[in-house]
Every structure is written in structure tokens, then in C-alpha cells.
């Protein structure tokens, strides 16, 4: 799984959801004190390093990041991936419901396709400290999954609750189209989806004989703001 996120990552497809969270970081720092040293930030679940990656090289702020993933295969991708970038990476296995930092000592946390633990994520951003969440949209990859499933599943609601210890700061919705060529990229995207586990023998046999696929990418970008 790992490996395959990896080489649809970098094929490019995600590119312009890499681009928004720079934008978002970019902001925050700038409204950072003026004698603020860095802006720290903890990807949470952050796979094998692709965003942290992306950040490095497109924000011209001074970062402080940690990566941390429950998976050690994932880590040890992106520790492989960092030697030419930041020199304040870390990246760490943990789970985002111990995460091996102090209290209020952040000020960015990204939650990106991956399990938020709210509690912990309130504990370790400073007061005013930012939390961005990205989650699939109701289209995401919709046309996978009308391939893969005999019925789609009613969309969901767009309605938020703000998690405790955090104020909502607004939201984003990006959406935009990507052409998938040959059987392994395509076999690669749905590896790295939970779909591979929740589609049939079937479905995914509908989806391993596609030989290119047209595809929307429709992600929600949220900030909440640690009050
Ligand atoms: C869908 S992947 C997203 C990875 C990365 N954020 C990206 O978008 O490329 C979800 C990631 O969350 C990690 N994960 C699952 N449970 C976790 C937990 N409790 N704490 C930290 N990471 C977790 C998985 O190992 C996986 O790498």
C-alpha cells in the first residue's frame, strides 16, 4: 500500500491538493509573532511523507515538521525519501492517540485522509494553533467506485460539529478532474484506498480489466482553530 501511494503521489495526481495546504501554511505563518523562530507542524497519518515533502519545497518559511504514522513501513518510506530536505524533519511511528509531544508546543496540525483524534490534536497546538483536516468529498473518485460497487452509497452531509477545544474556521472544497492511464495505476490508486477492502472480488475485477479511467478528485480542505 505504501509503495503504491507512493508512485501515484508522485506521478503528480494529488498535486494541486499539496499546493492548497502550502497555501494554507504559508498564511498561518504569516500571521505568526515577528519573532516567532519556525512554524512547527505535525502531519498526522502522514503516509509516506508526500505533503511534508511538497511543503518543504514550495513554502519559503522556516518549518519544524514531524511526520508521524502508525504504520513503520509508511515512516520508514518517507525517513528514506528526506535526506536532500528539511533538516527539521522527523518522522516518527506513533498513533495519533499518544502523540509523543508536548502540550501546546504546536502551531499547525494536518489531518490529511487519515483518523483525527481531536483530544490529542487540542492537546499539542498552542492557543490559537491550526488543525487542517483534509477529507474525501461526496465525489471523490466517484467513478472508481460506481465501477467497483453495484450501488453508491447516499452522499453524505456536509454538516460539521466543531470538535471540543476547537472553533471552525471555514472550509474549502477542491475539485477537479485526472486521467488515469494502464491497469497499474489504476491498480495502484485502488490500492491506496479503504475500497480495496470494502469492494468484492467482483468489483475489483471490474476494476483491475479498466486499462484507463477518467476520475474526479473532490476533497474538502477544513480549519479549526484550537481555542
Ligand atoms: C489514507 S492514508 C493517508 C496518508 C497520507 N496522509 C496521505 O494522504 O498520503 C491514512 C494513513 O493513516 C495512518 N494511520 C492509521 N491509523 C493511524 C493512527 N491511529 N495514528 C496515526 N496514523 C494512523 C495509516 O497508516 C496511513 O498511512
Not at 471540543?164 to 491497469?183: D, M, R, V, W
Not at 484507463?212 to 479549526?224: G, S
Amino acid at each position: 500500500m505504501v509503495a503504491a501511494r507512493q508512485r501515484f503521489l508522485q506521478a503528480g495526481h494529488y498535486q494541486p491538493v499539496a499546493e492548497a495546504i502550502s497555501r494554507y501554511i504559508v498564511a498561518w505563518a504569516e500571521k505568526q509573532p515577528l519573532d516567532a523562530e519556525s512554524f512547527s507542524c505535525l502531519d498526522a497519518g502522514c503516509g509516506e511523507g508526500y505533503y511534508l515533502r511538497q511543503l518543504v519545497s514550495r513554502v519559503p518559511v522556516d518549518l519544524a515538521l514531524i511526520g508521524l504514522d502508525i504504520s513503520k513501513w509508511a515512516v520508514m518510506a518517507a525517513a528514506r525519501q528526506d535526506n536532500k530536505h528539511s533538516p527539521f524533519s522527523r518522522w516518527v511511528v506513533g498513533s495519533n492517540a499518544h502523540l509523543p509531544v508536548q502540550q501546546a508546543a504546536l502551531d499547525g496540525v494536518l489531518c490529511m485522509f487519515g483518523f483525527p483524534v481531536y483530544r490529542e490534536f487540542a492537546r499539542v497546538l498552542k492557543s490559537g494553533g491550526v488543525l487542517l483536516q483534509v477529507e474525501a468529498g461526496p465525489q471523490h473518485l466517484r467513478e472508481l467506485r460506481e465501477v467497483i460497487y453495484p450501488q453508491l452509497k447516499p452522499e453524505r452531509s456536509a454538516a460539521l460539529e466543531a470538535p471540543e477545544g476547537f472553533a471552525y474556521l471555514g472550509e474549502e472544497t477542491l475539485s477537479y478532474p485526472i486521467k488515469l492511464e494502464g491497469q497499474e495505476t489504476i491498480a495502484d490508486l485502488l490500492a491506496m484506498t479503504p475500497h480495496l477492502y470494502r469492494a468484492s472480488a467482483e468489483g475489483r475485477a471490474r476494476a483491475a480489466a479498466l486499462d484507463q479511467l477518467a476520475l474526479t478528485v473532490d476533497v474538502r480542505l477544513i480549519q479549526w482553530e484550537r481555542s
